[in-house]
């Protein structure tokens, strides 16, 4: 079935670090895959997206590309900031299903 | 400004209790889900509705019910045969055209 995995976190870093979370799918379709990101409290937020292969979403310095050839969507950011610290979620959806398909979500600290 | 509400932020519930969770969008989305988030943990589907007057059960659906009678409100009802609803609870309405989800800011519910 649909599925993504992610990476475990938690992650900590310093402030200005470079940042990857790793995230892996499966999909019986051609699958539309998702990052969200979680402040404490609050709901989830679009990041960003790609529909299809080989696309780049990108937000807020955040990237990430769709890899058919190795099924996966690897957020990354060149230089992360304290406001940067949330659960980051990675999601697919097919689009002849009904459902998203989250991870398990990864916890990001920037220390200063 | 468009978007999905929730209310009450906070809810407290004592045992035996059956309590209604609120969501309303006016981004006149026709799919509308319940997710249940617990600490450290991602999201997993409660129930999910495609078009008003019609709803599928998720993952865990036992111990809940939903109506959905409006396209703008999916309200959810955590009954007494929950018996561990203390939990973060989180609507999101679907974009069936961007294949997108939106959330809104989630419902704490303590039971007492």
């Known amino acids: 079935g649909d599925s993504v995995t992610q990476m475990e976190g938690p992650v900590t870093l310093s402030e200005e670090a470079f940042l990857t979370i790793n995230c892996t799918y499966t999909?019986?379709?051609?699958?539309?895959l998702f990052w969200y990101v979680q402040y404490p409290g609050e709901g989830l937020q679009l990041l960003l997206k790609?529909?299809?292969?080989?696309d780049k979403g990108s937000n807020k310095g955040f990237e990430a590309t769709y890899r058919k050839e190795t099924t996966s969507f690897h957020l990354e950011k060149g230089s992360v900031q304290v406001s940067d610290s949330a659960v980051y979620f990675c999601a697919l959806s097919v689009s002849t299903g009904n459902q998203f398909y989250f991870g398990t979500g990864t916890s990001l600290t920037v220390i200063p | 400004d468009g978007g999905i509400t929730q209310s009450p932020k906070y809810l407290f519930r004592k045992e035996g209790q059956n309590v209604t969770l609120s969501c309303e969008q006016n981004l006149n989305h026709d799919a509308m889900y319940w997710y249940r988030q617990d600490p450290g943990q991602g999201l997993r589907l409660i129930y999910y509705?495609?078009?008003?007057?019609?709803?599928q059960k998720g993952d865990i659906a036992e111990g809940y019910s939903v109506s959905r009678e409006k396209k703008e409100s999916f309200p959810l009802t955590v009954t007494s045969a929950q018996k561990n609803p203390t939990a973060f609870y989180l609507c999101?309405?679907?974009?069936?055209?961007?294949?997108?989800?939106?959330f809104g800011p989630g419902t704490r519910l303590t039971v007492l």
């Open positions: 790609a529909t299809k292969a080989d």
């Open positions: 999101a309405s679907r974009d069936l055209f961007r294949d997108t989800q939106y």
């Open positions: 509705s495609q078009i008003v007057n019609d709803f």
């Open positions: 999909a019986t379709g051609y699958p539309s």
